[in-house]
């Protein structure tokens, strides 16, 4: 089985602070992406990477940036954290095929809180 | 409008029941669609797959797709209170990444 594995399952952090959030997947997957799911809002993508160094811009990725330097791990950065980044952090990787397109294998989630 | 829209919900079935979920979605370049199923306080779970017109079928689940309409589908056949979760579709534009509907919350009573 796809396992997508996000280092942390809670995480309080205070207002200002950089923050990490890692994502690791073991089934070489080309490509991954970092959502955030609030209640009434659903999933909203932040970033995703269809390749090693490359990045690509979501529907929300102000405040956030990301990082992948190496094909299995995919990073988010909250560069100065603030209250309303508090959410559910669900990263996801799947195969980047040229001719079909997969559905996503989702890790177990990072809820942040941000006092 | 949204680019991918779901019945609101809840819904709720009984035991033995079909529940049928909708999705409608506003591109009509998309190609490829899915459905996923969130347990409360889990992540969501890929369960289906579909990217021609028609029926797929995999044992209780049926996802049906009409592209003229521009509308998904997904049934459950004899539903169990297993099956009780929020069902997401995901919508495919370009390739490699989704945009999701909010949801749709499916309680089976026993």
């Known amino acids: 089985d796809v396992k997508v594995t996000q280092s942390s399952r809670y995480l309080v952090k205070r207002t200002g602070e950089k923050v990490f959030l890692e994502c690791v997947q073991d089934m070489d997957h080309e490509n991954m992406f970092w959502y955030r799911q609030d209640p009434g809002l659903g999933l909203r993508l932040i970033y995703f990477?269809?390749?090693?160094?490359?990045?690509e811009k979501g529907d929300i990725p102000e405040g956030y940036s990301v990082s992948r330097e190496k094909k299995e791990r995919f990073s988010l950065i909250l560069e100065s954290a603030s209250t309303n980044q508090t959410s559910m952090y669900l990263c996801a990787s799947s195969l980047g095929d040229r001719v079909i397109s997969y559905g996503y294998t989702f890790g177990s989630g990072t809820r942040l809180t941000v006092v | 409008q949204k680019e991918v829209e779901q019945n609101s919900g809840p819904l709720s079935v009984p035991e033995g029941a079909i529940a049928s979920l909708n999705c409608t979605y506003s591109?009509?370049?998309?190609?490829?669609f899915f459905w996923y199923r969130q347990y409360s306080g889990k992540s969501p779970e890929l369960i289906m797959s579909?990217?021609?017109?028609g029926d797929k079928e995999d044992g209780r689940f049926t996802a049906q797709l009409n592209k003229a309409s521009q509308y998904v589908s997904l049934l459950i056949r004899d539903s169990q209170p297993s099956d009780s979760a929020t069902y997401l579709c995901a919508v495919m534009l370009v390739p490699g990444k989704s945009t999701f509907g909010d949801g749709t919350t499916l309680t089976v009573k026993p």
């Open positions: 579909i990217y021609s017109n």
């Open positions: 591109d009509r370049g998309s190609q490829s």
């Open positions: 990477s269809y390749d090693v160094k490359m990045k």
